[in-house]
């Protein structure tokens, strides 16, 4: 079976420009967290959606930060406009019902 | 909120020899405990969990041991090869439905040849 799956990978902007990443949670999970993983502050979450809604979203750094679930197979967090300090890893993870999360691969952001 | 503390930040061992990580946790309502490891450009990926109603739990080469009383648990790597290399992480959460998973800051494991 796939796992979860993030695009992209890896993203390169400039300051100021819209980032979007994506994920793909596993069929039939129906939560998903967004993660931040930085040197300084270590797996940080960001937000929690189960069965679609967003339940827990006091991790978003600031208003600059969106997500959304329009189905039960997509999620997209949205950086607008990107800042250096929002360079970091994203990371996507989903779960059935248990506090078992499973993590994509990542996509790696940098903001010049 | 909870808090998971994590050591040694960094540990090298001899291929062959034991690899002992520790985490302590401060709230006493944690009831599932799961160890992740991610290897350079990966996803942490989920190798062993346990939850508080058992004290011990082990999958070939992994075990991981849970002291409620004392609030802390450990991960245990017997005969480590070199792809063994990564970063490990522990973590815990009230389980049961609950979404929050509070993370250590993470151990470098280094498995010399």
């Known amino acids: 079976d796939a796992g979860v799956i993030q695009s992209p990978r890896h993203e390169v902007t400039e300051m100021g420009q819209e980032v979007t990443l994506r994920c793909k949670p596993i069929?039939?999970?129906?939560?998903l967290f967004w993660y931040r993983q930085t040197m300084m502050r270590g797996l940080e979450l960001l937000i929690y959606f189960n069965n679609n809604v967003p339940i827990d979203d006091s991790g978003m750094p600031e208003d600059r930060f969106s997500a959304k679930m329009p189905n039960a197979s997509f999620s997209t967090l949205k950086i607008q406009p990107s800042e250096p300090r929002d360079s970091a890893v994203y990371f996507c993870a989903s779960s059935q019902n248990t506090d078992t999360q499973y993590f994509g691969p990542g996509t790696r952001l940098t903001v010049l | 909120g909870e808090n998971v503390e994590q050591h040694p930040s960094t540990l090298s061992v001899q291929e062959g020899d034991s690899a002992v990580i520790k985490c302590t946790y401060s709230?006493?309502?944690?009831?599932?405990f799961p160890w992740y490891k991610q290897e350079l450009g990966k996803g942490p990926q989920l190798i062993i969990d346990?939850?508080?109603?058992?004290g011990e739990k082990k999958d070939q080469r992994i075990a991981v041991t849970l002291n409620k009383t004392a609030k802390h648990f450990s991960l245990h790597i017997t005969e480590t090869q070199p792809e063994d290399s990564a970063v490990y992480f522990c973590?815990?959460?009230?389980?049961?439905?609950?979404?929050?998973?509070?993370f250590g800051k993470g151990t470098k494991l280094s498995v010399i040849p």
């Open positions: 973590a815990a959460s009230i389980g049961a439905g609950s979404y929050q998973l509070t």
């Open positions: 709230d006493s309502a944690s009831n599932y």
């Open positions: 069929s039939g999970h129906n939560s």
């Open positions: 346990i939850r508080s109603n058992v």
